[in-house]
């Protein structure tokens, strides 16, 4: 006699997959620089199973959402950078003690 695996937990683990995998992404950048670029190659070879496992339980929907929310992650973090990386400096400002 084997016992058979409770399915009902299977959407439930599908989803805590995702939680982690998106968990993840969110400390990547808080990584060294020269770590990051693995972390993200680690992340989509990770994310495309898990990806795959929360279509196929929870349905093309959520997994479309899913792609869009992993995709924002994973290349929403480098546009950020380079637009603080381009705001102009702001020019000194005269004092009445800078003149003299």
């Known amino acids: 006699?084997?016992?058979?695996?409770?399915?009902?937990i299977l959407p439930l683990l599908a989803l805590a997959?995702?939680?982690?995998?998106?968990?993840?992404?969110?400390?990547?950048?808080?990584?060294?620089?020269?770590?990051q670029r693995r972390a993200s190659w680690v992340l989509v070879l990770a994310g495309v199973p898990v990806l795959g496992?929360?279509?196929l339980e929870w349905g093309p929907g959520l997994g479309v959402l899913g792609f869009g929310l992993?995709?924002?992650?994973?290349?929403?973090?480098p546009t950020a950078r380079r637009r603080a990386a381009r705001l102009p400096t702001?020019?000194?400002?005269?004092t009445a003690e800078g003149q003299r």
């Open 1 to 8: 006699m084997t016992a058979t695996p409770d399915l009902a």
């Open 17 to 35: 997959g995702a939680a982690v995998w998106l968990t993840l992404a969110c400390l990547t950048p808080r990584l060294n620089r020269r770590w």
């Open 53 to 55: 496992w929360l279509t």
């Open 70 to 77: 992993g995709l924002l992650m994973l290349l929403g973090r």
């Open 90 to 94: 702001p020019a000194p400002m005269n």
